[in-house]
């Protein structure tokens, strides 16, 4: 197995070539072995039931049919739209992360069968574009009656090279076999010969390519991919719009090419698009150190978690155009809140905290992680949302809202994207930065860390997180070693519900965290949200972590106008909604005035093992004559937001009314 890269989520990394890189280096995920409870069902799950049903719809929906017409340059392009190819790449990038950690030699061969499809498709120069391959006359309506002449709006043709690009890799690193990467770079070079400063210049519509050519760069030391990545980004801006147009399309900022990137400061248009960019700035500002980059994707986090941040972490609240709203836009009856924005989000985020080593990188991650990105997908792995919504009211389900899960979509780049996340969240888990470990996730396990050199750190987390704050951590050293332990201490456990403020806990405070060496009380200084323990570790050293978890009303800025008079509950880093099943069919007439008491219990026997609260509340019952109005007080049951629509279509709301003054009474 292939050992060279960084992390399968950023790039496929050291190289043996010298490079300056992001200062803290990631502990692959093929050096964790997940235990735990919570993601170790999730990972298989994804392993036996997705992944192959990702597959089968791939083809069955004509996904790898285009493939095959391609390569024989007859026949119609047979699904919707340009960037189908994707869902393949996607799928085998996925794929190819679980054969790194669980061998399977059907699916390895499967791989291969699907990749010569694929090679037989690529013409002899390199492109490969099964939208305009299989009649070149009459390629699909986005692409444009020549090569690239559309890239800058719909066509997509740099936006499947880029997902080319990290499925290769992805598939390189776990196999060792260069038949996609040989198809891949085929690709890149052509690219090469295309575009660049005295050549073709374009700003890629859809982004990604950025990413992908930074992978294939840390893969083969090829500069020339790291300089087009950088020459695609500092596209944006030069294109001729119409700069005085309100109109996202006209001015381009729904591309995120309105003004140059170093230039940018509010996040804006399309946010799959835009989270694929920051993250794209990210990787070429730490391997070039370009500090202008650097502040800009600085500002645009700031904005983006301050203003345009949803509570379950989701982002782009507009259904038109899947995009960013206004700063504090952040309606909830018609939220958007792409599951591929959620994960985009998450790839950028660890981006920002490889760059910085501040834990409010990770926080964000982490309510986005357990909240509004595994939200996306079903517990039986097979069914999905492609957005997710902040409330669903029977009698206002809105046309961009789902309120039942679907087995795929026409466009399904959400379910692909969710194939290539899971298998990878154990990369998250651990970080190093010269003699310190950080320790990100908690997730039950066992991690060997490298120091440099040949000195080695093997830990083992034992837990029962997200529903306990109780984490042991074994620390295992052949001898003696001098080191850094970095514990996040997560911002729901400092009193802080999201960096920026744009959201808090009511009444403020936290209860102590503890920690422990040993079994005696340590007092570590907390630097950038980390706990810092610096020690000669031993043989058999343990570490114990309290984080107390009550629950904690939470609400929002005075500037989210949606929120105003309402409060949500949060225990630990999960978020919860009621849902219909719980609450006798309706949630959206219930009160939380966040004055009484409540109660929780695990339950195993409730959507794969959840923790249930119970909130005293009121509900707010109209008459049978539609004028008599009364209250009642009521348990309101709650569950985590990530596990509604598992039981059926029905009411389902996060964020509660604290008084009858702001119900809305729509139905009976």
Same mark, same amino acid.
């Given at each position: 197995?292939?050992?060279?890269?960084?992390?399968?989520?950023?790039?496929?990394?050291?190289?043996?070539?010298?490079?300056?890189?992001?200062?803290?280096?990631?502990?692959?995920?093929?050096?964790?072995?997940?235990?735990?409870?919570?993601?170790?069902?999730?990972?298989?799950?994804?392993?036996?039931?997705?992944?192959?049903?990702?597959?089968?719809?791939?083809?069955?929906?004509?996904?790898?049919?285009?493939?095959?017409?391609?390569?024989?340059?007859?026949?119609?392009?047979?699904?919707?739209?340009?960037?189908?190819?994707?869902?393949?790449?996607?799928?085998?990038?996925?794929?190819?992360?679980?054969?790194?950690?669980?061998?399977?030699?059907?699916?390895?061969?499967?791989?291969?069968?699907?990749?010569?499809?694929?090679?037989?498709?690529?013409?002899?120069?390199?492109?490969?574009?099964?939208?305009?391959?299989?009649?070149?006359?009459?390629?699909?309506?986005?692409?444009?009656?020549?090569?690239?002449?559309?890239?800058?709006?719909?066509?997509?043709?740099?936006?499947?090279?880029?997902?080319?690009?990290?499925?290769?890799?992805?598939?390189?690193?776990?196999?060792?076999?260069?038949?996609?990467?040989?198809?891949?770079?085929?690709?890149?070079?052509?690219?090469?010969?295309?575009?660049?400063?005295?050549?073709?210049?374009?700003?890629?519509?859809?982004?990604?390519?950025?990413?992908?050519?930074?992978?294939?760069?840390?893969?083969?030391?090829?500069?020339?991919?790291?300089?087009?990545?950088?020459?695609?980004?500092?596209?944006?801006?030069?294109?001729?719009?119409?700069?005085?147009?309100?109109?996202?399309?006209?001015?381009?900022?729904?591309?995120?090419?309105?003004?140059?990137?170093?230039?940018?400061?509010?996040?804006?248009?399309?946010? /799959?698009?835009?989270?694929? +960019? !920051?993250? $794209?700035?990210?990787?070429?500002?730490? %391997?070039? =150190?370009? &500090?202008?980059?650097?502040?800009?994707?600085?500002?645009?986090?700031?904005?983006?978690?301050?203003?345009?941040?949803?509570?379950?972490?989701?982002?782009?609240?507009?259904?038109?155009?899947?995009?960013?709203?206004?700063?504090?836009?952040?309606?909830?009856?018609?939220?958007?809140?792409?599951?591929?924005?959620?994960?985009?989000?998450?790839?950028?985020?660890?981006?920002?905290?490889?760059?910085?080593?501040?834990?409010?990188?990770?926080? /964000?991650?982490?309510?986005? +992680? !357990?909240? $509004?990105?595994?939200?996306?997908?079903? %517990?039986? =792995?097979? &069914?999905?949302?492609?957005?997710?919504?902040?409330?669903?009211?029977?009698?206002?389900?809105?046309?961009?809202?789902?309120?039942?899960?679907?087995?795929?979509?026409?466009?399904?780049?959400?379910?692909?994207?969710?194939?290539?996340?899971?298998?990878?969240?154990?990369?998250?888990?651990?970080?190093?930065?010269?003699?310190?470990?950080?320790?990100?996730?908690?997730?039950?396990?066992?991690?060997?860390?490298?120091?440099?050199?040949?000195?080695?750190?093997?830990?083992?987390?034992?837990?029962?997180?997200?529903?306990?704050?109780?984490?042991?951590?074994?620390?295992?050293?052949?001898?003696?070693?001098?080191?850094?332990?970095?514990?996040?201490?997560?911002?729901?456990?400092?009193?802080?519900?999201?960096?920026?403020?744009?959201?808090?806990?009511?009444?403020?405070?936290?209860?102590?965290?503890?920690?422990?060496?040993?079994?005696?009380?340590?007092?570590?200084?907390?630097?950038?949200?980390?706990?810092?323990?610096?020690?000669?570790?031993?043989?058999?050293?343990?570490?114990?972590?309290?984080?107390?978890?009550?629950?904690?009303?939470?609400?929002?800025?005075?500037?989210?106008?949606?929120?105003?008079?309402?409060?949500?509950?949060?225990?630990?880093?999960?978020?919860?909604?009621?849902?219909?099943?719980?609450?006798?069919?309706?949630?959206?007439?219930?009160?939380?005035?966040?004055?009484?008491?409540?109660?929780?219990?695990?339950?195993?026997?409730?959507?794969?093992?959840?923790?249930?609260?119970?909130?005293?509340?009121?509900?707010?019952?109209?008459?049978?004559?539609?004028?008599?109005?009364?209250?009642?007080?009521?348990?309101?049951?709650?569950?985590?937001?990530?596990?509604?629509?598992?039981?059926?279509?029905?009411?389902?709301?996060?964020?509660?009314?604290?008084?009858?003054?702001?119900?809305?009474?729509?139905?009976?």
């Amino acid at each position: 197995m292939k050992t060279l890269f960084l992390s399968i989520l950023i790039g496929a990394g050291l190289p043996a070539f010298s490079q300056q890189d992001y200062p803290i280096r990631p502990v692959l995920f093929t050096q964790v072995t997940v235990t735990d409870q919570f993601w170790l069902p999730r990972i298989e799950t994804n392993r036996t039931v997705t992944i192959p049903a990702s597959f089968d719809r791939c083809q069955t929906t004509g996904r790898v049919h285009n493939f095959e017409m391609a390569a024989l340059r007859q026949g119609k392009f047979c699904t919707v739209y340009p960037f189908d190819d994707t869902d393949i790449y996607k799928t085998i990038e996925g794929a190819s992360y679980s054969l790194a950690v669980h061998p399977d030699a059907v699916l390895a061969k499967y791989l291969d069968s699907l990749i010569a499809i694929v090679g037989k498709a690529q013409e002899p120069d390199g492109y490969l574009y099964t939208a305009r391959t299989i009649d070149p006359a009459h390629p699909h309506e986005w692409s444009g009656p020549e090569r690239w002449v559309k890239e800058h709006e719909l066509s997509h043709e740099l936006y499947n090279s880029g997902h080319l690009f990290e499925a290769a890799v992805a598939h390189y690193n776990a196999t060792g076999e260069r038949n996609l990467l040989n198809i891949a770079l085929k690709n890149a070079d052509l690219l090469v010969s295309v575009f660049g400063p005295d050549k073709r210049h374009v700003a890629p519509g859809h982004e990604i390519v950025e990413m992908g050519l930074v992978k294939l760069y840390r893969v083969t030391g090829k500069k020339e991919y790291l300089d087009l990545a950088k020459f695609f980004i500092d596209q944006r801006g030069e294109r001729q719009y119409d700069k005085t147009s309100k109109d996202e399309w006209k001015n381009g900022s729904y591309w995120q090419a309105n003004e140059p990137v170093t230039e940018q400061d509010e996040v804006e248009g399309h946010a /799959v698009r835009a989270m694929y +960019l !920051y993250s $794209g700035m990210a990787d070429v500002a730490a %391997l070039t =150190g370009d &500090s202008a980059y650097i502040h800009a994707v600085d500002r645009l986090w700031e904005n983006m978690v301050a203003k345009k941040l949803y509570l379950h972490g989701g982002i782009g609240a507009i259904p038109d155009g899947e995009r960013f709203g206004d700063n504090y836009e952040l309606p909830n009856l018609t939220t958007y809140a792409e599951t591929c924005a959620a994960i985009g989000s998450v790839y950028w985020n660890y981006r920002m905290f490889l760059l910085h080593g501040d834990a409010k990188y990770m926080d /964000v991650l982490e309510r986005t +992680l !357990y909240n $509004g990105l595994i939200s996306g997908v079903g %517990l039986d =792995g097979k &069914s999905f949302f492609y957005t997710n919504a902040m409330q669903i009211t029977a009698g206002k389900v809105f046309p961009a809202q789902e309120p039942a899960r679907a087995g795929w979509f026409t466009c399904s780049c959400c379910p692909t994207n969710m194939v290539r996340l899971l298998p990878s969240v154990p990369g998250y888990m651990y970080a190093v930065r010269d003699r310190n470990v950080y320790v990100n996730l908690y997730i039950s396990g066992k991690a060997e860390v490298g120091l440099g050199g040949k000195e080695k750190v093997r830990l083992e987390q034992q837990s029962n997180y997200p529903w306990e704050g109780d984490v042991k951590l074994g620390v295992d050293v052949a001898k003696p070693t001098a080191f850094g332990l970095l514990l996040r201490i997560p911002g729901w456990a400092r009193g802080e519900a999201v960096p920026g403020g744009l959201y808090s806990f009511v009444g403020g405070g936290s209860q102590p965290v503890v920690i422990k060496v040993n079994g005696k009380v340590v007092e570590a200084s907390v630097q950038n949200g980390y706990a810092v323990i610096s020690r000669t570790w031993k043989k058999n050293d343990q570490v114990e972590l309290v984080l107390p978890m009550p629950l904690r009303m939470v609400r929002a800025s005075d500037s989210v106008k949606e929120d105003h008079g309402k409060v949500a509950l949060q225990r630990g880093p999960i978020l919860y909604c009621a849902e219909w099943a719980d609450n006798g069919g309706r949630t959206s007439n219930v009160i939380i005035p966040g004055t009484g008491e409540y109660s929780e219990k695990f339950r195993q026997d409730v959507l794969n093992g959840i923790v249930m609260v119970d909130v005293e509340g009121i509900r707010v019952v109209v008459g049978e004559n539609g004028l008599d109005v009364s209250t009642r007080k009521e348990a309101i049951h709650a569950i985590p937001y990530y596990s509604w629509a598992n039981r059926g279509k029905g009411e389902m709301n996060i964020w509660f009314p604290a008084k009858v003054a702001d119900v809305e009474l729509l139905t009976k």
